[in-house]
């Protein structure tokens, strides 16, 4: 994996949960009990993707310009991407992306919830 910080950077978001999913075998992070990333392994065990929730139009481009940022893996193709984590995606846009999606699920929930998990 090209992103050794990866875990430790989705678990430092505030109020991030993380659990393992078995059957899926995907590692997944969570605020206020909505997915906002998933490290999902392939069939030999080892992590593999990286997926989070972006807006549409910036998955849209995305892809067009990285061959490493695929349509979510298991999920709604125009609000989820996946990123290869063997691929050659810069560090620093992983790192946004990892905000920005953390921002966005955060966001879709009701202020008061949002008040409650950042402890406001």
Request: hydrophobic share 35%; charged share 30%.
């Amino acid at each position: 994996m090209h992103y050794p910080w990866l875990y430790e950077e989705l678990a430092a978001k505030p109020a991030a949960t993380q659990d393992f999913k078995e059957e899926w075998q995907w590692t997944r992070f969570q605020i206020g009990g909505k997915l906002f990333a998933a490290i999902c392994k392939d069939e030999t065990g080892r992590d593999s993707l990286l997926t989070l929730k972006l807006p549409p139009e910036e998955n849209r481009f995305l892809r067009e310009q990285y061959e490493d940022i695929l349509p979510g893996y298991y999920c709604n193709k125009e609000h989820w991407s996946s990123i290869r984590l063997e691929g050659a995606v810069p560090d620093n846009l992983v790192r946004e992306l990892i905000e920005t999606s953390y921002r966005l699920v955060l966001s879709g929930l009701s202020k008061k919830k949002q008040r409650e998990l950042l402890g406001e």
